[in-house]
């Protein structure tokens, strides 16, 4: 059936994109076709026992409104809400497709933000968490930016800025509550770096948008184009979506470690963002003393990460003596101490 709705054909016209994944279908092209081609579909589910829930399926126009004549071509289930006889009919090519938004700014923006609100709820509970070491732990590996991994990778970095951005903010404001330390901005820069570059991994998702989006959109080009033909990155056309990511990417790297569409094609996201942690590394060790420098190194050796491994040997309300040890080596955290870890902040080195 996808096979044959990939060859379908009416008056020398083809279907422009036919892709089909697990349950979800995508049909796009002219709307006489794509009528005919949704019978086909009905037709053949029918053959199988199964029947096209449209209830769940969506009519995208690429305008604001279309001279076609909907009704006449399209089921009303379709077109309109069965409960009140709305429009079901999307607009202005705005719609998400396997969990992605495709479409204008605003549109893929308000996407984005409802992620982060949902995400936002976890984080809440995570402040409130009674035991900072599990918090940690959990901010770095669950509740994080892996929550927004997906948005990262599919939507460009410049249509969902200021989610990403506020993101971020809530991330630290949730570190700061279940730990008890108040980092500024150089000291959760540092902290957001990888375990290798002395860092505690949480991760930045407005640093690190551009990495994930590229190291997505490069290594998937090849499927992209077999499946629509006319498919282009245009990573060296200004205006595109790839040519702005990887400006912005470059922007934050030092003029020898920049990168062109060319170095990108084979590279994986982890590879794009140990360049920024490293260019963020280079930049602290040159801004540190002698003796920061050596603390610094002696962090990213091999082993120094083992303290998150660390459980507290009594069930209280504080970080571990080496994890907060290590935490303050790490980035330098020199903040006013709550109640909440006065305990184990006692017990190491300012």
């Not at 005919?36 to 690429?62: D, H, I, M, S, T």
């Not at 077999?226 to 934050?252: I, M, R, V």
């Not at 002696?298 to 120094?304: I, K, M, N, R, W």
């Not at 790490?330 to 101490?337: N, Q, T």
């Amino acid at each position: 059936m996808v096979n044959e709705l990939r060859e379908f054909r009416s008056d020398d016209t083809q279907l422009e994109l036919s892709i089909f994944y697990l349950d979800d279908g995508f049909l796009a092209g002219d709307l006489s076709l794509l009528s005919r081609a949704l019978g086909l579909l009905q037709q053949r589910c029918g053959y199988l026992g199964l029947k096209l829930n449209l209830g769940k399926c969506e009519l995208v126009l690429p305008g604001s409104r279309t001279t076609a004549d909907l009704p006449s071509l399209f089921p009303s289930s379709l077109l309109n809400n069965p409960v009140d006889g709305s429009s079901r009919v999307l607009v202005d090519g705005c719609f998400e497709l396997l969990g992605a938004a495709i479409g204008s700014a605003p549109f893929c923006s308000a996407h984005v933000q409802d992620r982060v609100n949902k995400a936002t709820k976890l984080l809440n509970c995570l402040a409130e968490c009674d035991d900072p070491q599990v918090a940690a732990r959990l901010l770095r590996n669950c509740a994080g930016v892996c929550k927004l991994t997906h948005c990262m990778r599919t939507v460009p970095t410049h249509l969902r800025l200021e989610p990403l951005g506020s993101f971020d903010k809530k991330v630290q404001e949730t570190f700061s509550a279940f730990s008890g330390l108040a980092p500024n901005n150089k000291q959760w820069a540092q902290a957001c770096r990888g375990f290798n570059f002395a860092g505690f991994g949480f991760r930045s998702a407005t640093t690190h948008g551009e990495a994930a989006f590229l190291a997505s959109v490069c290594n998937s080009s090849k499927v992209s184009h077999a499946l629509l033909t006319s498919f282009e990155l245009g990573g060296n056309s200004p205006g595109s979506d790839c040519h702005s990511c990887l400006a912005a990417f470059n922007a934050k790297l030092p003029a020898d470690s920049q990168q062109t569409m060319a170095h990108l094609a084979s590279c994986k996201q982890k590879k794009l963002s140990d360049l920024l942690d490293q260019a963020g590394h280079d930049k602290r060790l040159s801004d540190a003393c002698t003796e920061d420098q050596a603390t610094l190194r002696s962090e990213c050796l091999p082993g120094a990460k083992e303290f998150f491994q660390v459980v507290p040997t009594v069930p209280d309300t504080r970080l571990s003596p080496p994890t907060n040890g290590s935490l303050r080596l790490r980035a330098g955290f020199a903040c006013r101490i709550h109640s909440k870890t006065a305990g184990a902040l006692s017990a190491t080195k300012s």
